[in-house]
């Protein structure tokens, strides 16, 4: 290929990755959303076992309550299928 075709055609593969940008970024946050949602989902159905014998320590975080969790679960799907 002489040079004279290949600077086009380095034009167009720029001009194509440019256009593909938003995509490839789309892309990646709805992977994350997927991600969170699984997450989510495995903390609402797993079970949770509390060790009584061990001293209760308090602290400045805040234990989320199941129906959090879940009300949290359902907006990230929503958010996720007004996206797509």
């Keep these: ?3 004279a075709v290949k600077k086009p055609v380095q034009d167009y593969v720029h001009i194509a ?3 593909l940008r938003p995509v490839k970024f789309i892309k990646k946050q709805i992977q994350s959303i997927e991600k969170e949602i699984s997450q989510l989902h495995s903390n609402i159905t797993s079970i949770r076992a509390i060790d009584y014998s061990k001293e209760r320590v308090s602290g400045w975080g805040m234990h989320v ?3 959090i969790s879940v009300a949290h679960f359902l907006d990230t799907i929503v958010s996720m299928e007004r996206r797509k």
């Design 17 to 19: 990755k440019d256009y």
């Design 65 to 67: 309550g199941i129906e």
């Design 1 to 3: 290929m002489s040079d």
